[in-house]
């Protein structure tokens, strides 16, 4: 199956790209970064967790009006970030987490002490309670700021909420439209911010997902992962991921709605993973290891849901796309989805849909990412 190109513009609030988005490529593609974020080192291995001591860790670095004093802070804003190693200790970590909490064991408190601001500029039911609740769970304390306490960018300036926040909080977390509003926030927060979406990228939920196939066909690399919709923030990070962790990606999406043309090609010039975009999703799903699909109107989008419908027949993920898949596959969304449009109920229901551990690992991971954006 070949890959096309793409040929669809991004709307300017999709994403914003550094000032030096002219020279994306010209550094090895390996380690190149689209973004203008922080660089972040790799961790020390951490070793096992101890579920009897409370981890702590120094305080953060001192807030300055003047410029942020961020050295050694660690924000989560895209997988692409990281390296291999980093990503997979995360997902390990994650898995040591969750079986602790898993397990009942309320010892392990490693957020006790500590605070987390949570903006929503887009309301959310999977990232309120995952992040919330997860936070608690490991002894922290979260405090959710909605559409109307803050209007980041319209009633107070973006750099102002950053540097006000991280003198209170220990950490950031937002969910906004526009993905220059993360990397505003990032660059002048002085406290480890983390991406809970934008209309570019969602990598909290790619990292839940990752450790859902791990937990369910045993391993991420190698694997193929079929994404059948709109090429949206979802699609993006997929392909994030596979430019640092080596697996099959295959989106298959409508004539126009492919994802966007610099993320594709950042990911297949990283030289890790297969990576295609087709217009075919019967054939894309064939030999599937997992078989994904998301709204395809999201948030901001519900204007175009009736356009969309029309576009997008063909692309339901439906019994008969699962039998061509094979009786291995998985089902994945990233919920809440439109029964009866992008999937159907049978599908959803069925006995290898994973959707439901796949909301849970979203808190999971989460904690994880938190642990490590702190250091603990």
Request: proline share 4%; charged share 20%; glycine share 8%.
């Given at each position: 199956m070949a890959s096309i190109s793409c040929h669809r513009p991004v709307p300017s609030n999709k994403v914003s790209l550094s000032s030096s988005s002219s020279a994306l490529f010209t550094t090895p593609p390996s380690r190149s970064s689209l973004f203008s974020t922080v660089s972040v080192p790799s961790r020390a291995s951490c070793g096992r967790i101890s579920c009897r001591i409370s981890s702590t860790s120094a305080p953060p670095p001192?807030?300055?009006?003047?410029?942020?004093?961020?050295?050694?802070?660690?924000?989560?804003?895209?997988?692409?970030?990281?390296?291999?190693?980093?990503?997979?200790?995360?997902?390990?970590?994650?898995?040591?987490?969750?079986?602790?909490?898993?397990?009942?064991?309320?010892?392990?408190?490693?957020?006790?002490?500590?605070?987390?601001?949570?903006?929503?500029?887009?309301?959310?039911?999977?990232?309120?309670?995952?992040?919330?609740?997860?936070?608690?769970?490991?002894?922290?304390?979260?405090?959710?700021?909605?559409?109307?306490?803050?209007?980041?960018?319209?009633?107070?300036?973006?750099?102002?909420?950053?540097?006000?926040?991280?003198?209170?909080?220990?950490?950031?977390?937002?969910?906004?439209?526009?993905?220059?509003?993360?990397?505003?926030?990032?660059?002048?927060?002085?406290?480890?911010?983390?991406?809970?979406?934008?209309?570019?990228?969602?990598?909290?939920?790619?990292?839940?997902?990752?450790?859902?196939?791990?937990?369910?066909?045993?391993?991420?690399?190698?694997?193929?992962?079929?994404?059948?919709?709109?090429?949206?923030?979802?699609?993006?990070?997929?392909?994030?991921?596979?430019?640092?962790?080596?697996?099959h990606f295959v989106c298959a999406c409508p004539k126009g709605f492919e994802p966007d043309a610099k993320t594709v090609l950042k990911a297949q010039q990283a030289g890790i993973s297969k990576i295609e975009i087709t217009n075919d999703p019967q054939e894309a799903v064939r030999g599937a290891d997992v078989v994904y699909s998301d709204v395809w109107a999201s948030m901001g989008q519900k204007e175009e849901a009736a356009h969309r419908r029309q576009v997008f027949q063909g692309f339901q993920v439906d019994e008969n796309l699962m039998k061509l898949a094979g009786p291995k596959a998985y089902f994945m969304h990233c919920l809440p989805a439109e029964r009866g449009v992008e999937v159907t109920d049978g599908v959803v229901e069925a006995p290898n849909s994973i959707v439901f551990s796949q909301a849970e690992n979203r808190m999971h991971a989460q904690n994880a990412i938190m642990l490590h954006a702190l250091g603990l």
């Open positions: 001192p807030s300055s009006v003047n410029g942020p004093a961020k050295a050694g802070v660690k924000d989560f804003l895209h997988i692409s970030d990281f390296d291999k190693a980093t990503i997979m200790k995360i997902l390990d970590r994650a898995a040591e987490v969750k079986a602790v909490i898993k397990s009942g064991d309320r010892t392990f408190l490693p957020f006790k002490g500590k605070t987390m601001a949570m903006i929503f500029a887009k309301p959310s039911m999977r990232t309120r309670v995952s992040f919330e609740t997860g936070f608690f769970l490991l002894g922290g304390h979260a405090i959710y700021l909605g559409p109307n306490d803050i209007q980041m960018g319209k009633r107070e300036e973006t750099r102002d909420v950053a540097r006000v926040l991280s003198r209170y909080n220990d950490i950031i977390m937002a969910r906004v439209f526009a993905h220059q509003d993360i990397l505003d926030l990032a660059k002048h927060a002085t406290v480890p911010v983390i991406n809970g979406l934008t209309d570019y990228n969602h990598p909290c939920q790619i990292m839940a997902d990752a450790l859902t196939i791990i937990e369910h066909v045993g391993r991420l690399e190698g694997t193929k992962v079929v994404y059948v919709g709109d090429g949206n923030n979802i699609v993006h990070s997929w392909l994030l991921l596979a430019a640092v962790i080596p697996f």
